[in-house]
């Protein structure tokens, strides 16, 4: 049987005990995708709120919105708060309800570095100065990432686990025009192989199921992804929700949503390959209220999850 190594167990066996990922969304960051610097309206997928389910549950400090890349930042007070409250918010409930006691801090929503290096840095020290956070993860994009911010982060992983978090989603430039990606995939590579000459962790992010795109095309992602020398990879299904313009694009009959079947067979066939040292942070993804348009089978995440994990086993890899 060939054993895939979750993050979880990553994690476990470098800190001697299970470390849970705190989200945390904070007033003022967008994305270079939606706010005009690349491109307006973003991944043609993309509605932020559907990204965000364990925060959509606590309480926001909501505030205005603020230009982080003026030189003037006269909210960043209130972004530390934010962090602050959200981290002790859902750090809390984790040790309520799992007994937690070491943490990684996940700014996940939008673009994280995608703001001045100062402001950066003063978040990313405040993230690591709270208790029991053993590192961050930072989830951005691949041409919002400069050579200074690497380098603090660099500084950073010589004492914390700093990961860093990069939506690859295909390799192939006419998907990602298809999607409204604002980026090609050598853009991807160069900021990838950057992270990696500086040793930090990689994560990658592919979404199977992208317009137009083969099983052939798919593994062909994968194969790339893992060549780049990612540490982790996540994967997950291109899934159709309100207020998006692929709501729009199903809705005229432009886009037709992968199958569970199909999706599954892409999953088995990457984990044939995946080399023993990478990780993998996801295996599927949904969205459980009225939001998913399509398709039905990402509603029920766990039950996806479960057909997942049957197939691989009947290959011969334990997830
Ligand atoms: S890069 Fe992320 S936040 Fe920006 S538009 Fe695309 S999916 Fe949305």
Redesign the pocket.
Known sequence: MKKILTFGEYLKDKFGERVYKVPIALSGF?????DGSVAR???T????DS?NPILNQVEKIKGITLNLNSKENPLLEKQLQELQFQFQTLSKKLERDYDASKFLVYFQ???NTYAPIETLKKLYLKALSLPNVVGLSI?T?SDSVSDEVLDFLETLSKKHEIWIEF?IQSIFDETLEK????HNFQNVEEAILKSRERNLNVCGHLIYGLPDESDEMMQQSFDKTVELGVNSIKIHPLYVVERTALANQYRKGEFSPISEETYIKNIVDSFKKLPEDISIQRVTAGVENSTLISPDWCFNKQSSFGKIRKELYKNGILY
């Open positions: 967008t994305c270079p995708n939606i309206g973003g991944c997928f993309c509605e932020n990204f929503a939008f673009t989830g994009r939506g999607i409204n990606r604002g």
